[in-house]
């Protein structure tokens, strides 16, 4: 995977980050794993931009910021990733464009 992760494989990135993340194959690495499914999520991977918001919103092999996790939450939420739609619902967020919905024009019942 390594190799063609870093040739630009958006799929292989995706899965060398989960690789580095569980440690499957590899020492578990949180930051290495940050790398990797942020290039994937660049490219546009919903998997990776769901997994890299978890690594910002958990602070795991990166550190924690809210702004990175909502942005990449919405990123995935676009492309109908189930469980970034449910986390930005849990944060107060829609799922449609990151906003947050106690924000004016929200419709107030956000827990943000």
């Given at each position: 995977?390594r ?55 958990n ?27 449910r ?26």
């Amino acid at each position: 995977f390594r190799h063609a992760a870093d040739r630009g494989s958006p799929a292989s990135a995706a899965l060398l980050g989960r690789c580095y993340h569980t440690g499957e194959g590899v020492t578990a690495d949180p930051a290495r794993a940050v790398h990797y499914y942020k290039a994937a999520a660049e490219a546009g991977r919903p998997d990776a931009q769901f997994l890299l918001a978890e690594a910002y919103n958990n602070g795991d092999g990166v550190a924690f910021d809210h702004d990175s996790a909502v942005r990449w939450y919405t990123a995935a939420a676009r492309q109908g990733h189930k469980l970034a739609m449910r986390q930005l619902a849990e944060l107060g967020y829609s799922s449609d464009d990151g906003s947050n919905e106690d924000s004016p024009g929200g419709d107030g019942n956000g827990s943000r």
